[in-house]
């Protein structure tokens, strides 16, 4: 399998923002889209369901060139009457200078949690096929309250936004 690895799969750990003393939290819904295909492909890009409970995101694409600059903007909503509204999070992070150098204590929690369920461990670029396999688990305490959260991530590569994934679930 080619080594290269997952890279949206860093920033989705960021979802699991959540309380350790939650009784749960699980996500209810996973959107990917590729706005440049002649860049990006996705291939697979789902939940699974374990239980009624539990489910984990899984999500297969493949980067036709290799991408060397890259940014990820990241927003964490919360689901109101009105809508979904921005929360806590909204941060943009420089992919490629954090896979270098690590600076960055909250990315790299989330780094974490993800780094044995994709092939990560490497530096820009990403070229090939990015696997996240079966994420389902983050304990992190950081109490929310309970409801419906999205976590929207824009994957700007070269100064443009080429693709996203979203990711919604629900915390008990
Ligand atoms: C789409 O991807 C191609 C291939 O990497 C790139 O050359 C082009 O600039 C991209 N288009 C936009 C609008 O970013
Ligand atoms: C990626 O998804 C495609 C389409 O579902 C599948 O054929 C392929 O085996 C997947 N590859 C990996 C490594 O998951
Ligand atoms: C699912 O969560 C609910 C609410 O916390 C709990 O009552 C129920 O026992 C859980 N079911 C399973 C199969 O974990
Ligand atoms: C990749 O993983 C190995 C073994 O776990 C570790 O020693 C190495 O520092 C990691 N490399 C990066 C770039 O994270």
Redesign the pocket.
């Known amino acids: 399998m080619n080594p290269n690895v997952i890279l949206p799969g860093v920033f989705l750990a960021a979802l699991f923002l959540i309380s350790s003393e939650a009784p749960y939290i699980k996500a209810t819904n996973v959107v990917c889209e590729s706005k440049n295909k002649s860049w990006a492909v996705f291939h697979y890009c789902r939940l699974k369901a374990y239980s009624r409970n539990k489910t984990s995101v899984n999500i297969n694409a493949t980067l036709l060139h290799p991408a060397n600059n890259i940014m990820v903007k990241m927003v964490r909503m919360v689901k109101k009457l009105s809508g979904y509204k921005p929360f806590l999070f909204d941060v943009t992070v420089d992919a490629c200078l954090f896979?270098r150098k690590?600076h960055n204590p909250v990315i790299k929690m989330f780094y974490n949690f993800i780094?044995d369920l994709s092939t990560l461990?490497?530096?820009c670029p990403y070229e090939g096929l990015q696997v996240l396999s079966d994420y389902h688990t983050a304990k992190f305490p950081v109490p929310l309250p309970p409801g419906d959260y999205g976590v929207l991530m824009d994957f700007i590569f070269d100064g443009k936004k080429q693709l996203y994934v979203n990711t919604y679930v629900l915390h008990l």
């Open positions: 896979m690590k780094k461990n490497h530096t």
